[in-house]
């Protein structure tokens, strides 16, 4: 569908298109995923009795498109489902950034609820629907006591296009992030393979700033990519090639 905002992937072709997409950004393979509706995200928190948070500013949003309002004050909360839904949504002037800070900060305090002592004691009398975020929790917990759980930004900058708010991924420096947070060495294939599609999206970037938005570089776009994906196809068979005679040496 050519280069859009990452969410729209969702839209286009569902968990399937979207893992599909995130895969290609950051040149790797992803095994597993968690995915919550809105509904389902207030039902999981109040099933687990909310939680506490630092609400680090007054908040207040009205959303007309959907007729969604986000009201909440400065300090010490305890939000329930619906009110915590308003704090992973708010949006402010620092746009998507400071909303995943957000998000990131509420997902370690749903990991520190769901896997105190107290909580445990209680799994078999909650929700069915908790099972879910359990199984999250655990996952957590296990990435947490062995070694760490590591969250990081996309290295980029924001920009306004059109009147939109864009995060421009660099996208080798995303690359090299992606291969120091598993403690891997970057190939030359890696590296190449970085090169190529930063070029590419940054020509993107360029057309769409001129202006250029029509069907038909919409068109170029995607024979650039198909051309893409070609090449890499090329040489991970002379990489498979090579490999192979290796082995027969």
């Known amino acids: 569908h ?34 919550v509706d809105f509904k389902g995200f207030t039902g999981l928190v109040d099933a687990i009795g909310g939680i506490d948070i630092d609400v680090e500013k007054d908040m207040y949003y009205h959303d007309t498109w959907d007729g969604f309002t986000v009201d909440l004050k400065k300090g ?15 949006r402010d002037e620092e746009g998507d950034i400071g909303r995943i800070r957000r998000q990131q ?58 009147g939109i708010s864009y995060w421009l991924p660099d996208i080798t420096d995303l690359r090299e992030l992606m291969v120091k947070m598993q403690g891997a060495t970057m190939t030359e294939h890696y590296k190449s393979a970085a090169e190529l599609m930063e070029k590419e999206y940054n020509n993107a970037v360029e057309k769409v700033e001129k202006g250029d938005d029509s069907e038909e570089n919409k068109e170029a776009v995607k024979e650039e990519k198909e051309l893409k994906a070609k090449k890499e196809e090329k040489a991970k068979e002379e990489e498979a090639k090579q490999s192979g005679k290796s082995k027969k040496a």
Do not use: C
């Open 2 to 35: 050519g280069w859009d905002k990452i969410n729209h992937a969702y839209a286009y072709g569902g968990r399937e298109l979207t893992q599909k997409t995130v895969e290609e950004l950051l040149g790797i393979k992803i095994n597993n995923y968690v995915m």
């Open 76 to 90: 010490r909360q305890h939000l329930d489902g619906k009110t915590a839904i308003q704090y992973v949504r708010f």
């Open 105 to 162: 900060h509420f997902l370690m305090a749903v990991y520190d609820k769901i896997t105190s002592a107290d909580m445990l004691l209680h799994i078999p009398g909650l929700a069915k629907q908790l099972s879910d975020m359990m199984d999250l929790g655990r996952a957590l917990h296990s990435m947490v006591k062995e070694k760490g759980l590591s969250m990081a930004m996309v290295p980029g900058t924001p920009k306004y296009i059109d």
